[in-house]
Nanobody, 123 residues
C-alpha cells in the first residue's frame, strides 16, 4: 500500500502560479513513475503530466505544455507540479497517482491515488 498526499492547491487569478506537491508514504520506484491528473465538475478525470523515476522523462497533455512542469525528488519520494500562466479552464481537483503498468497517459495505468487538492483559477 502507498498513501499519497497532495498539497498546494488554492485560489489564484488567471495568469498566476501554483505549485502542487505530492508526498508518497514510501518509495514507489518499482512503479516506473508517477502522474498528475485533474477532474473538473461534470467532466471525466484527465491526464495532466507524468514523470519517470529513473531518468525523469516527462509527459504532458497538450493543453499544459509550456505552462506546467512536473518534477520529482527521488530522495524524498516527492513529486511536484509547477503551474504557471494558469487559466480558468485549469480549475479542477488535481490528483497524483502511482503508475502500475501501461502507458503514462491513461488513468487505468495507475493504482494508487491521493485524495486530491482543489485548484481554482478566477478570471
Amino acid at each position: 500500500q502507498v498513501q499519497l498526499v497532495e498539497s498546494g492547491g488554492g485560489l489564484v487569478q488567471a495568469g498566476g502560479s501554483l505549485r502542487l506537491s505530492c508526498a508518497a508514504s514510501r518509495r514507489t520506484f518499482s512503479s516506473g513513475g508517477m502522474g498528475w491528473f485533474r477532474q473538473a465538475p461534470g467532466k471525466e478525470r484527465e491526464f495532466v503530466a507524468a514523470i519517470t523515476w529513473s531518468y525523469g522523462y516527462t509527459y504532458y497533455t497538450d493543453s499544459v505544455k509550456g505552462r506546467f512542469t512536473i518534477s520529482r525528488n527521488t530522495a524524498t519520494n516527492m513529486v511536484y507540479l509547477q503551474m504557471n500562466s494558469l487559466l480558468p479552464e485549469d480549475t479542477a481537483v488535481y490528483y497524483c497517482a502511482v503508475r502500475s503498468s501501461g502507458n503514462y497517459y491513461s488513468a487505468s495505468s495507475y493504482d494508487y491515488w491521493g485524495q486530491g487538492t482543489q485548484v481554482t483559477v478566477s478570471s
